[in-house]
């Protein structure tokens, strides 16, 4: 048991205590015995949903020529860096313990890492491996997507069933909720209708979660220049346009085509600190949002973004907003970071403090001289200080950082592992 007390507020309860069971799940709102974690002086909220991660770019980023550059330029920049490196298990594992164990010290206990680089050889098993024994080592819940990049359409159909079959084979989710399996095509840009029908065929045999990207510079282009049309209109088409798809990104899209993803079930996540500084367009979130699309929230990779602090992205996300409709709210910001980004997962376990929820929540100090004058701690978590560490993070009931230390691995032995690691693939080259 703990009980998280003395709190300044608990987003989406009035309570100022948080009861955690030895279930990992949320008991209730009032103390219970066992541990207790002091949150005087803090905000609680839940603990945060990166809905759209690359994880292996954890070890690619702020690349020369990778910045402000057209997607079209961006891609095979990062290809070559991959290839000059080696993307096998031992790097899957190095850089996904890298880049979960900055989520958490960020806040966020759940990442979706959307793996999109596959090597020849039959490795794929291997990669999906590391990355989820970095998970567990670190006590993060992830959400591996098996994706595809111009990957053979039957042979990535095949690893994904695979992966399925080694990491979740009872329905996709683990029983304590903290390793997900789902498949995910890059995009119309780079895979086409038979890799989005057999990678379907897989999720609907699993019964995985299935996810893509869409409407980015390159993949309205490419979906021109190759087929003619929009990239909503080929995953209608192409049978992706459901209630248990989440496309991530939806920069440029239209009034007419935001109605089609409404009426479709469809949920969204939206990457602000991929897309806008990249110059490759911004998601109209307010219309998305109020259009009745579930929005979630994302990082998206290294090689783009170059962090993985959700909380950072929320505030850019906030700052753009009246710019493509309306503004946001902070509150609607972190529920998208929070619930918004576990719905489109499928997973209504996640992203709230509600009893028998899973026990995920963070408690975030907002007694420093960031928030000194703050009218409002809620808000301020975004607006003042964006950047901040959390003070206590707890996974499942579990704490796993306390006192803004990182406690189920040596932070400074997680970045050694990565950097020494590249150091030695340089010098070999």
């Not at 809905?51 to 079209?72: D, E, K, N």
Request: proline fraction near 5%.
């Amino acid at each position: 048991m703990i009980d998280v007390t003395g709190a300044v507020a608990v987003l989406g309860s009035t309570s100022r205590e948080v009861a955690c069971g030895d279930d990992g799940r949320v008991t209730g709102f009032a103390a219970a015995g066992g541990e207790v974690l002091d949150a005087t002086g803090c905000v609680v909220t839940p603990g945060l949903v990166n809905a759209h991660h690359h994880l292996l770019q954890t070890a690619f980023r702020t690349l020369p020529g990778t910045r402000g550059v057209p997607m079209a330029q961006w891609l095979p920049t990062m290809a070559a860096a991959y290839a000059a490196v080696g993307v096998d298990p031992e790097l899957a594992h190095a850089a996904a313990s890298a880049g979960l164990a900055e989520a958490l010290l960020c806040g966020v206990t759940t990442v979706a890492d959307h793996h999109l680089t596959w090597p020849a050889g039959d490795l794929d098993v291997g990669i999906a491996r590391g990355v989820a024994a970095a998970a567990a080592q670190l006590g993060a819940r992830l959400v591996f997507v098996r994706g595809s990049a111009r990957d053979d359409a039957a042979t990535a159909a095949a690893s994904a069933d695979a992966i399925a079959g080694a990491l979740v084979p009872h329905g996709g989710v683990t029983a304590d909720g903290m390793l997900q399996v789902a498949v995910g095509p890059a995009g119309v840009h780079s895979d086409g209708p038979e890799t989005f029908r057999l990678m379907a065929e897989v999720a609907a045999a699993r019964g995985l979660r299935r996810r893509t990207q869409a409407n980015e510079q390159v993949d309205v282009d490419v979906a021109a220049e190759k087929y003619g049309r929009r990239p909503l209109e080929l995953l209608e088409e192409w049978g992706w346009l459901a209630p248990d798809v989440t496309l991530a990104h939806l920069c440029g899209v239209t009034e007419a085509e935001v109605a089609r993803l409404a009426a479709a079930g469809v949920s969204a996540t939206h990457a602000p600190g991929c897309d806008l500084p990249m110059g490759w367009g911004i998601a109209p979130v307010a219309a998305l949002a109020d259009a009745g699309v579930p929005v979630g929230l994302g990082t998206s990779g290294g090689g783009s973004n170059d962090a993985g602090h959700l909380l950072a992205d929320a505030r850019l996300a906030m700052q753009v907003a009246p710019l493509m409709g309306r503004p946001l709210a902070a509150e609607e910001v972190l529920g998208m970071a929070t619930r918004g980004s576990a719905d489109g997962l499928g997973r209504p376990d996640l992203g709230r403090l509600e009893v028998g929820a899973r026990a995920d929540l963070v408690c975030w100090d907002v007694t420093g001289v960031a928030d000194v004058g703050v009218a409002d701690p809620v808000a301020g978590l975004l607006w003042a200080s964006p950047g901040r560490r959390p003070k206590h993070v707890v996974v499942g009931g579990r704490v796993v950082v306390r006192d803004g230390r990182l406690v189920t691995r040596d932070e400074a032995d997680v970045a050694a592992d990565l950097r020494d690691l590249l150091t030695a693939r340089a010098a070999s080259r």
